[in-house]
């Protein structure tokens, strides 16, 4: 049974007993001793709720236009949001929840740091002969002994909600809330920030009706991904070549799901998302109270849960409310504190999602390419299908890894407006070539093509439509040598993968040294300068582009520049890079300034 199933197995018992004893008081044949039982029996399962439920971490200001007297409908007790300032701050538990949840936390750390230790552990015990029988059975009694009190501490814990006011109200909004996912249930829900593990479902990737009938779409095991192209062309597959790469396939294996995932999805990392709660934590509230934000849990294909914020616009008088922008974050970008306070402050739509990515902001499961890509997809169909949108309507923008999920999805949806990348690289294995030792590059080569595979440059050259690349000048991540070189920047080979692909004629031989020129600039006076040397005509390079299209139409790759003069490609080559990639004069890290948030050119 799925995580989600048993969560509402769970509170399915919960209400039964609730509906019990709600007949036990009603019940004319009863009398007092059956009420008084069957309060008893309501204490207790309300007690049960108490001590299984999530951890509250918060409760939301309520603004003035949501602020409605009703109650939670099939609730015992009338339930009313909270009105008082006292609830206009974190959640303030009572002692004894305050410090069981101390040392249950304290608990999950060390649990964490004992299982990415466990490999060397096992092999210290193995060292020393601990793990013989005699020394594994007493410390298996020392293991369940701890558990029982753990579970010890937890009973206190709940025992500490369920003294609590504001945990039992809670509580009892959120059984509700799972029972029946009314507007008003769900909307005195997002009053509060919880666990998100116990948020009910609110989009499943099978919702759409076109998705039942279709079997064209994504099955069980996920959407279509580009698959790499063989190492070693022309090689028979035989039984006796599959047995000789059977060892570097299982290492490969290894190394992706060990220390490859974690170093490329560092965000994922328990600890880390441990040490940055406080900052999400204010980071979500700002999201909500400020910027009227919803949050959302998408079920995607393969059991993962995403989590998703929307802040609407559409009400507003804002032109740029009609357009949403959904937001692809970095490897440790979470969507609290990432790329969305870009297009926000911008004053444009905001729709943000962690393709990544990482696992408290885009998904609750494992981060794998496969599982990125049908995590953006869920949200793809979210958009469109729950939140109303044409994909003519959405813009998709992504910051560093999040570039893979954003290429996938405007491959997988050519419709989409437009796309914007920043800090973005074409080609995962150069950058993990660099931090690895070379004695390894096959393997490396071999784990991230097999496991690991972030084909942006392949997925974008799929996608029609306008694109804007941002490229840092001081970038540190995407550079594979140091950040003062700026050719060694993996932006750039993503734009000139894109125009080679655009525009094969005019990125020839000579378009295609003049581009590299422009782009060894490291500052716009550099930029400018090479520009005016090959005397650049905008206005004829856009009546030439203008014509080709009007004569061929709209579809990529173009011959445009076939019977053209050197002079004519370089002046196009370099118009065309101009168009495509804007330098950012910052680190990898630095936020993108509103100013910088730009719709790509297009014809």
Partial sequence: MSQVARRRSRYGLTSRAHNTSEAGRAGPAGGPAAGRAAARAGAMAKLLSCVLGPRLYKIYRERDSERAPASVPETPTAVTAPHSSSWDTYYQPRALEKHADSILALASVFWSISYYSSPFAFFYLYRKGYLSLSKVVPFSHYAGTLLLLLAGVACLRGIGRWTNPQYRQFITILEATHRNQSSENKRQLANYNFDFRSWPVDFHWEEPSSRKESRGGPSRRGVALLR?????????????????KLPCQITSYLVAHTLGRRMLYPGSVYLLQKALMPVLLQGQARLVEECNGRRAKLLACDGNEIDTMFVDRRGTAEPQGQKLVICCEGNAGFYEVGCVSTPLEGRTLAFGADTLLTLPFLLQGVPFPQNEANAMDVVVQFAIHRLGFQPQDIIIYAWSIGGFTATWAAMSYPDVS?????????????????????????????????HLNLNNAEQLCRYQGPVLLIRRTKDEIITTTVPEDIMSNRGNDLLLKLLQHRYPRVMAEEGLRVVRQWLEASSQLEEASIYSRWEVEEDWCLSVLRSYQAEHGPDFPWSVGEDMSADGRRQLALFLARKHLHNFEATHCTPLPAQNFQMPWHL
């Fill in 228 to 244: 790499p192209e063989p190492l070693h062309r022309g090689t028979a597959d035989t039984l006796l070549n599959r047995v000789k």
């Fill in 418 to 450: 437009a796309m914007i990348l920043d800090a973005s690289f074409d080609d995962l294995v150069p950058l993990a070539l660099k931090v690895m030792p070379d004695s390894w590059r096959g393997l490396v080569t071999r784990t991230v093509r097999q």
